[in-house]
Structure formats: structure tokens, C-alpha cells
């Protein structure tokens, strides 16, 4: 998957007698850590709206050619009187949105658009750092996610994140769900609360996704201190289904687990794009003991698109913890590029844990 991210963040400019206007941005397409470029010709719009009405005040498409690393856009907005406005930066014919039903096809389109904050050439205030992701769910809702253009990667949305997302939408949406034990813990939620836990949230779209989905859920989204106003201005953009309540808490893998959540009975843990470091694999290995030992018939569900071979380290780690693997399930990031890194599987894996004691649990099997 690649992403738009601007470069240069959108500015506005006018004429000097103010009867026209310019947005102007530096963007580029890349994948999720910026590592690499989209490598196909592709053309992308351009799109100038007014939140409030989605009217169009200025168009224009643009062609990314092979090789590029950037791409300059100049759109014409028109009278300023038009202002404020966002931009939308999409692959043309996908101005519909983005849809995570098509995420979920291998064969579906596999650059994620980006929108502005509001762009006002009025507005002197400090400049936005912040871009807005919407995805358009199963269930007709849209789920609107900022994430920083800057470097920080707590505060960024990864591939693992946003096919899991997409893949508990779907589950929760269709009633359709490939994992045994995923399908029996979403079940809870018909009888009784279901408590859930999200460790390394980054910007929140797994946890966020999942209580936009599911009525009749509690949802604690925790990660580092960094990443703590980027998730609850997510949160206050998250429309929650009945019975649903969000939640946020500083956790510091490194550190004790502050007593709200190592004295809560959990029944679904979920954890996406945690397994890169392989120097913090031990952390979070004790963390899901630690919370495991309190909720033993919890779910642990885990998501990671494997970048290097040393993240096999985190099924022996947490083979050795006592865990027991349920299920795998391997979905194919939508690509329509035809090519793929030497070190890029094309997958994101989904696996599921739990500590029963059950006999008939197999064991994970070392790598």
C-alpha cells in the first residue's frame, strides 16, 4: 500500500486584487514507514471542498510518473470568498472515498487519499501539521482519522492497522469472520459488555474502527505519552456505536501497568505494527502476560506485515509466555502495482492467542 502525505504542507494564495486564489502543495506517494515510492505512472485530483456542503471550488489532476519522488499541485480556487476549504489529494475515479471494502481485494486501490485541514489564505495562525484520513466503512459510517506529516512513526497510520481495521469492520459489519475464536469473543457483546484493550494504539483507527462497529463495548486505547493528543482529538471525531465507550491511558511498556488496567478483566486485546522492534518484543510479551494473568479467557489479536526476518523473535517470545496460537489468517494488501520489495511479503498476518489451559491447545511452533 502507499500513501499520499504532503511535503509541503497546502497554502493559499491570491491575486493582488483578491478576484482569484491558489492552493498550492508539495505531495508525495509513499509506503506506510516512507521507504519507498509508488512506482507506476498514476493520475491523481485534486480536489477543493467545503466541508459543510462537499461543493467543489476548484479541481485539477496531476500525473505521478515512475521514478518521481514528489509531485507539485497548483489549484485554482476561485474568488476567496469561497474560503475556507480542504483539500482532498485522491487517485482519480476514486473520489468516492476510501472504502475498506476495497482494501480487503487484493486487486483494490492501493493509495490511501489524504485531506487538508481547513485552508483559509486569511488565517495567520501556526501552520497545520496534521492530515485527515476517511475511510467509508461497511456499515455506511466514515471513520475520520488525522495522523501528523511529520516523521514521528506513534503517530502515523501502518498497514497491519488499517487491514485490521478493515478486517473487524467487515467481521463485525457481515457477521462473516474467518477466526474461530475472534467470532466467539465478538459474541460477548450480545450477552454482556465486552471490555477491550489496545496496546501501541498510534493514532487509534484499530481500537476507533472497532467501537464504531460494535455496539455494547468498553475500548481503552493506550500507547506513550506522544501519542496521547493525536488519539483523543481521534476520538472526539469517532461517532461510537450504542453502548459504546472510548477511552485512553498512558502505557509504558517498560514500566508497571497502572492499576486501571492491570485490575480490568479483559476479554479482547489487540495489537497492530508492535512487532517491528524486536528489542521491544520482550515488553510487550511481559504486558500481555501481565494483562493475560489477570483475563485468562482473554483474545489476544495480533496484526503485523512483516518487514525483516528477526520479527519471528515475537512467536518465540511469546510461545515461552505460555500463549497458545488459535488462528492465522493472511490477507493480501491490495496492490496495483505489480511489484514488491525483496523484503515485502505483500501480506498482513493476523494472528490470535490465548493462555487456556486446555490440553488440546497446540503450541506455537518455534521459527
Known amino acids: 500500500m502507499r500513501y499520499i502525505r504532503f511535503l509541503k504542507y497546502p497554502k493559499c494564495s491570491h491575486s493582488e486584487n483578491k478576484s482569484s486564489s491558489t492552493v498550492s502543495a508539495l505531495i508525495t506517494i509513499t509506503s506506510d514507514l516512507g521507504e519507498s515510492f509508488y512506482p507506476k505512472d498514476v493520475a491523481i485530483a485534486a480536489n477543493l471542498v467545503r466541508d459543510e456542503n462537499s461543493e467543489s471550488m476548484g479541481y485539477g ?4 510518473r515512475a521514478g518521481m519522488r514528489s509531485l507539485q499541485l497548483d489549484i485554482s480556487a476561485g474568488n476567496t470568498a ?14 468516492h472515498g476510501d472504502s475498506v471494502h476495497e482494501y480487503l481485494s487484493s486487486a483494490g486501490n492501493d ?47 501502518w498497514d497491519a492497522g488499517l487491514m485490521l481495521m478493515s478486517f473487524l469492520d467487515r467481521s463485525i459489519t457481515t457477521g462473516s469472520i474467518d ?25 487509534g483507527v484499530v481500537g476507533l474502527g472497532l467501537a464504531q462497529a460494535l455496539p455494547n463495548c468498553n475500548v481503552l486505547l493506550t500507547d506513550l505519552p506522544e501519542a496521547e493528543d493525536i488519539v483523543k482529538w481521534n476520538m472526539l471525531a469517532t461517532r461510537p456505536a450504542s453502548n ?19 485490575s480490568t478483566e479483559f476479554d479482547l486485546i489487540l495489537v497492530a505494527d508492535c512487532t517491528y522492534n524486536p528489542s521491544s518484543v520482550p515488553s510487550l510479551v511481559r ?12 483474545t489476544v489479536l495480533l496484526a503485523h506485515k512483516v518487514r525483516h ?52 491447545s497446540p503450541s506455537i511452533p518455534h521459527q
Not at 469561497?82 to 473520489?95: D, G, Q, R, S
Not at 492530515?131 to 495522523?147: D, H, S, V, Y
Not at 474461530?180 to 450477552?191: D, G, M
Request: glycine share 6%.
Open 179 to 203: 477466526m474461530l475464536s475472534l467470532r466467539e469473543t465478538l459474541a460477548i457483546a450480545k450477552k454482556k459488555c465486552l471490555n477491550c484493550i489496545e496496546l501501541g494504539t498510534g493514532c
Open 61 to 64: 489532476v496531476y500525473y505521478w
Open 309 to 360: 526476518s528477526s520479527e519471528a523473535v515475537f512467536l518465540e517470545h511469546i510461545a515461552d509466555a505460555g500463549f497458545f496460537q488459535d488462528d492465522h489468517v493472511a490477507i493480501p494488501l491490495p496492490s496495483n502495482e505489480g511489484i514488491w520489495s525483496p523484503d515485502d511479503s505483500g501480506n498482513v498476518d493476523l494472528y490470535s492467542f490465548h493462555t487456556s489451559n486446555r490440553d488440546t
Open 244 to 262: 459504546t465507550v472510548i477511552s485512553f491511558e498512558v502505557v509504558d511498556w517498560e514500566e508497571d501497568l497502572p492499576i486501571s488496567v492491570s
Open 82 to 95: 469561497a474560503f475556507p476549504v480542504k483539500l482532498h489529494v485522491v487517485v482519480k475515479n476514486y473520489e
Open 111 to 157: 493509495i490511501v487519499s489524504a485531506w487538508s485541514e481547513p485552508l483559509d489564505p486569511a488565517d495567520k495562525g501556526a501552520p497545520h501539521y496534521t492530515i485527515e484520513r476517511r475511510f467509508l466503512c461497511q456499515g455506511g459510517e466514515t471513520l475520520a482519522i488525522r495522523e501528523e506529516t511529520g516523521e514521528s512513526i506513534a503517530r502515523h497510520i
Open 287 to 298: 504486558v500481555l502476560a501481565t494483562l493475560a494473568a489477570r483475563s485468562r479467557n482473554a
